[in-house]
Protein backbone atom coordinates (compact mmCIF):
# COMPACT_ATOMS: atom_id res chain seq x y z
CA UNK A 1 0.00 0.00 0.00
CA UNK A 2 1.33 3.55 -0.93
CA UNK A 3 1.72 6.39 1.64
CA UNK A 4 -0.83 9.07 1.87
CA UNK A 5 0.52 12.20 1.54
CA UNK A 6 -0.02 15.79 2.88
CA UNK A 7 -0.74 16.59 -0.47
CA UNK A 8 -3.08 13.99 -1.28
CA UNK A 9 -5.18 15.12 1.97
CA UNK A 10 -5.28 19.05 1.05
CA UNK A 11 -6.56 18.00 -2.55
CA UNK A 12 -9.24 15.94 -0.53
CA UNK A 13 -10.40 18.84 1.94
CA UNK A 14 -9.81 21.51 -1.42
CA UNK A 15 -12.59 19.00 -3.73
CA UNK A 16 -15.05 18.70 -0.61
CA UNK A 17 -14.98 22.46 -0.05
CA UNK A 18 -15.41 22.68 -3.80
CA UNK A 19 -18.09 19.69 -4.06
CA UNK A 20 -19.87 21.92 -0.93
CA UNK A 21 -19.81 25.12 -2.60
CA UNK A 22 -17.93 26.98 -0.55
CA UNK A 23 -15.39 29.73 -0.95
CA UNK A 24 -12.08 29.58 0.66
CA UNK A 25 -13.19 31.95 3.67
CA UNK A 26 -16.75 30.34 3.79
CA UNK A 27 -14.86 26.85 4.55
CA UNK A 28 -12.09 28.74 6.93
CA UNK A 29 -15.27 30.01 8.98
CA UNK A 30 -17.25 26.80 8.83
CA UNK A 31 -14.38 25.16 10.58
CA UNK A 32 -13.12 28.14 13.12
CA UNK A 33 -9.37 28.82 12.32
CA UNK A 34 -8.37 31.99 10.49
CA UNK A 35 -8.58 31.88 6.52
CA UNK A 36 -5.00 32.84 6.01
CA UNK A 37 -4.14 29.83 7.94
CA UNK A 38 -6.41 27.83 5.79
CA UNK A 39 -5.37 29.27 2.73
CA UNK A 40 -1.52 28.97 3.49
CA UNK A 41 -2.22 25.26 3.80
CA UNK A 42 -4.12 24.94 0.82
CA UNK A 43 -1.27 27.02 -1.10
CA UNK A 44 1.60 24.67 -0.02
CA UNK A 45 3.19 28.15 1.98
CA UNK A 46 2.33 26.09 5.23
CA UNK A 47 2.68 21.73 5.94
CA UNK A 48 -1.12 20.71 6.62
CA UNK A 49 -1.92 21.17 10.33
CA UNK A 50 -4.06 18.60 12.52
CA UNK A 51 -5.51 21.39 13.70
CA UNK A 52 -7.37 21.62 9.65
CA UNK A 53 -8.05 18.39 9.49
CA UNK A 54 -9.73 18.08 12.85
CA UNK A 55 -11.28 21.24 12.31
CA UNK A 56 -12.87 20.24 9.53
CA UNK A 57 -13.65 16.43 10.51
CA UNK A 58 -15.58 17.84 13.40
CA UNK A 59 -17.25 20.58 11.71
CA UNK A 60 -19.17 18.38 8.75
CA UNK A 61 -19.99 15.29 10.55
CA UNK A 62 -21.16 13.98 6.86
CA UNK A 63 -17.47 14.30 5.52
CA UNK A 64 -16.18 10.23 5.77
CA UNK A 65 -12.82 10.62 7.86
CA UNK A 66 -11.75 7.25 5.99
CA UNK A 67 -11.94 9.32 2.63
CA UNK A 68 -10.38 12.03 3.47
CA UNK A 69 -7.36 10.65 5.13
CA UNK A 70 -7.10 7.42 2.95
CA UNK A 71 -8.99 7.56 -0.15
CA UNK A 72 -11.01 4.64 1.14
CA UNK A 73 -14.82 5.06 0.59
CA UNK A 74 -17.19 7.48 -0.40
CA UNK A 75 -16.46 11.45 0.26
CA UNK A 76 -19.77 11.29 2.52
CA UNK A 77 -21.53 9.19 5.15
CA UNK A 78 -24.06 7.66 3.28
CA UNK A 79 -26.34 9.10 5.59
CA UNK A 80 -25.34 12.05 4.78
CA UNK A 81 -25.25 11.93 1.02
CA UNK A 82 -27.25 14.95 -0.04
CA UNK A 83 -27.08 17.35 -3.55
CA UNK A 84 -24.67 19.75 -3.18
CA UNK A 85 -26.92 22.15 -3.31
CA UNK A 86 -28.91 20.93 -0.34
CA UNK A 87 -25.18 20.96 1.20
CA UNK A 88 -24.84 24.18 -0.03
CA UNK A 89 -28.10 25.52 1.90
CA UNK A 90 -27.01 24.23 4.82
CA UNK A 91 -23.70 25.48 5.18
CA UNK A 92 -25.21 28.97 4.18
CA UNK A 93 -27.34 28.59 7.31
CA UNK A 94 -24.57 27.78 9.38
CA UNK A 95 -22.74 31.13 7.64
CA UNK A 96 -25.61 32.67 8.83
CA UNK A 97 -25.87 31.78 12.12
CA UNK A 98 -22.18 32.40 12.57
CA UNK A 99 -22.18 36.39 10.86
CA UNK A 100 -25.29 36.83 13.60
CA UNK A 101 -23.21 35.73 15.94
CA UNK A 102 -19.70 37.99 14.89
CA UNK A 103 -22.70 41.09 14.62
CA UNK A 104 -23.39 40.27 18.82
CA UNK A 105 -20.61 40.11 19.57
CA UNK A 106 -19.36 43.34 17.97
CA UNK A 107 -22.33 44.93 19.75
CA UNK A 108 -21.16 43.72 22.83
CA UNK A 109 -17.45 44.97 22.20
CA UNK A 110 -18.92 48.60 20.95
CA UNK A 111 -21.08 48.78 24.36
CA UNK A 112 -17.87 47.68 26.20
CA UNK A 113 -15.46 50.43 24.34
CA UNK A 114 -18.08 53.16 24.78
CA UNK A 115 -18.03 52.06 28.78
CA UNK A 116 -14.29 52.27 29.01
CA UNK A 117 -14.78 55.80 27.18
CA UNK A 118 -17.08 57.19 30.14
CA UNK A 119 -15.11 55.84 32.66
CA UNK A 120 -11.84 57.47 31.54
CA UNK A 121 -13.61 60.44 31.39
CA UNK A 122 -14.10 60.21 34.71
CA UNK A 123 -10.88 59.41 35.94
CA UNK A 124 -9.86 61.95 33.92
CA UNK A 125 -12.26 64.43 35.99
CA UNK A 126 -11.26 63.17 39.24
CA UNK A 127 -7.83 63.72 38.52
CA UNK A 128 -8.23 67.33 38.44
CA UNK A 129 -10.37 67.92 41.08
CA UNK A 130 -7.74 66.07 43.44
CA UNK A 131 -5.09 68.53 41.33
Not at 28 to 49: H, W
Not at 72 to 84: A, C, E, F, N, V
Not at 97 to 126: C, F, G, P, Y
Amino acid sequence: MANVTKDEILTRLNDFREYCGMSKATFAASIGMEQTTVNNQFLGKRSLSLDLVLSTLNAFSELSGEWLLRDRGDMLISKYSDTPEAMQLKYSERIEKLISTIETLQETIDLRNRLIESLQSEVEQLKKQVN
